[in-house]
């Protein structure tokens, strides 16, 4: 079946640092893929997504590649700060299917 | 314009007893969602309605769940006889429209945190 794998957590970085969040998948069919945020005390929000194959989602200082040959979404970011602490989702719909899969979460802490 | 709603924020009940919760959707999103949100299965996909099509069912966990949607608008989650294991966040989303790509965004309500007892 379709499933998600994210790096475990929690990640803890000081400020400034450059983060990396792994994310890999397994799909049946052709997948959309998409990074999720969920800030303390606050909903689900999307940050970013990807398509297709080699497309570049970004947002926020945030980017991932959609890698079709590694099966892989990994999230960056050059500069991180504390408010960017959060739990960080990485999810796929395949077509024809509009459900989210998702991975089981990364929580990260920017510590100033 | 208003998000995803959700009723009651939190809601603690005891063991065996039925519980209903609500999920009022963005107002001209057709397609909506139930997740679960639990320490121990992550986020989870529970049931999705889309226009009048019948729903996707296939990840509701036992027949002691149902949902409806209403008027194309409203939804309630019913979770019959409710067992400890069913303590978890309970997610709506709602979505403009549920294209065969897949890509429309989900937009999430803040959840009802179940407690059974």
């Known amino acids: 079946g379709d499933s998600v794998t994210q790096m475990e957590g929690p990640v803890t970085l000081s400020e400034e640092a450059f983060l990396t969040i792994n994310c890999t998948y397994t799909a049946t069919g052709y997948p959309s893929l998409f990074w999720y945020v969920q800030y303390p005390g606050e909903g689900l929000q999307l940050l970013l997504k990807?398509?297709?194959?080699?497309d570049k989602g970004s947002n926020k200082g945030f980017e991932a590649t959609y890698r079709k040959e590694t099966t892989s979404f990994h999230l960056e970011k050059g500069s991180v700060q504390v408010s960017d602490s959060a739990v960080y989702f990485c999810a796929l719909t395949v077509q024809g299917a509009q459900k989210l899969v998702f991975g089981q979460g990364t929580r990260l802490t920017i510590n100033p | 314009g208003a998000g995803v709603s959700q009723s009651p924020s939190n809601k603690v009940t005891e063991k065996g007893k039925d519980v209903e919760l609500r999920c009022d959707p963005i107002s001209g999103h057709t397609a909506l969602y139930w997740y679960r949100q639990s320490l121990g299965q992550g986020l989870e996909f529970l049931i999705y309605?889309?226009?009048?099509?019948?729903?996707?069912k296939s990840g509701l966990p036992s027949d002691r769940f149902s949902a409806e949607r209403t008027g194309g608008s409203v939804s309630t989650l019913t979770i019959q006889r409710t067992q400890q294991e069913d303590s978890a966040v309970y997610l709506c989303?709602?979505?403009?429209?549920?294209?065969?790509?897949?890509?429309?965004?989900?937009?999430f309500g803040p959840g009802t945190r179940l407690t059974v007892t």
């Open positions: 989303a709602s979505s403009l429209v549920s294209g065969t790509s897949g890509s429309y965004e989900q937009y």
């Open positions: 990807a398509t297709k194959a080699d």
């Open positions: 309605f889309q226009g009048n099509s019948a729903p996707d």
